[in-house]
């Protein structure tokens, strides 16, 4: 084999590294996301209202909407 094909098939396999861990790191924010949901609603439960926890967040009510959407 040859250095040019050599070079290939290792950046080959870096890409195949990137895309695993790209995979890995996607289904991670999804179970935050889930775990992050679940939090807020429990506030919410609690008498907190979306812009109070907008305020503590820093966030707008909406992005709270969005959160709590997912």
């Known amino acids: 084999m040859n250095r040019s094909n050599q070079s290939h ?4 396999e870096r890409i195949k590294e990137v ?5 890995e790191h996607t289904r991670q924010a ?3 996301a889930v775990e992050r949901r679940d939090l807020m609603q429990g506030l919410i439960e609690d ?3 979306q812009a109070d926890i907008a ?4 966030v707008t009510r909406q992005a ?3 959160m709590l959407s997912f």
């Open 55 to 58: 305020r503590e967040l820093g």
């Open 47 to 49: 008498g907190w209202s």
């Open 9 to 12: 098939e290792e950046t080959i």
């Open 64 to 66: 709270i909407q969005k």
């Open 19 to 23: 895309r695993a861990q790209a995979i």
């Open 30 to 32: 999804r179970r935050f």
